[in-house]
């Protein structure tokens, strides 16, 4: 499966934004996804993970409340929409697919290419 994130920008603090990553294939509902981040310097941390139906999803601390993640298995899609963003949630991020869904230990089969996240104070 082939991803393609999309929607990053730069958004002052307490405001928001909402990432999409098209999925190509036919069989993306077979997938588990999820959204990753890496701020300048640091790793690449789990984020959140919604599962193949969309029932079931998982967040880290950091973001939880305040970002949701979502799928439409019709247009292939998901959404992360990030709400009361921070300076500290300035990074990268990056959607991926499993095919296991392991909660908060999500582990990517896939890769899509980043999209820059910038929240200014």
């Known amino acids: 499966v082939q991803l393609q994130a999309s929607g990053g920008g730069l958004v002052q603090a307490g405001g928001s934004l909402r990432l999409s990553c098209a999925a190509s294939?036919?069989?993306?509902?077979?997938?588990?996804m999820g959204w990753f981040r890496q701020a300048p310097g640091k790793e690449r941390v789990f984020v959140a993970a919604v599962n193949w139906s969309g029932v079931s999803t998982a967040y880290a601390e950091s973001v939880k409340g305040r970002f949701t993640i979502s799928r439409d298995n019709a247009k292939n899609t998901i959404y992360l929409q990030m709400n009361s963003l921070k300076p500290e949630d300035t990074a990268v991020y990056y959607c991926?697919?499993?095919?296991?869904?392991?909660?908060?230990?999500?582990?990517?089969?896939?890769w899509g290419q980043g999209t820059q996240v910038t929240v200014s104070s």
């Open positions: 991926a697919a499993a095919e296991y869904f392991s909660g908060s230990d999500f582990r990517p089969d896939y």
């Open positions: 294939g036919r069989t993306f509902s077979r997938y588990h």
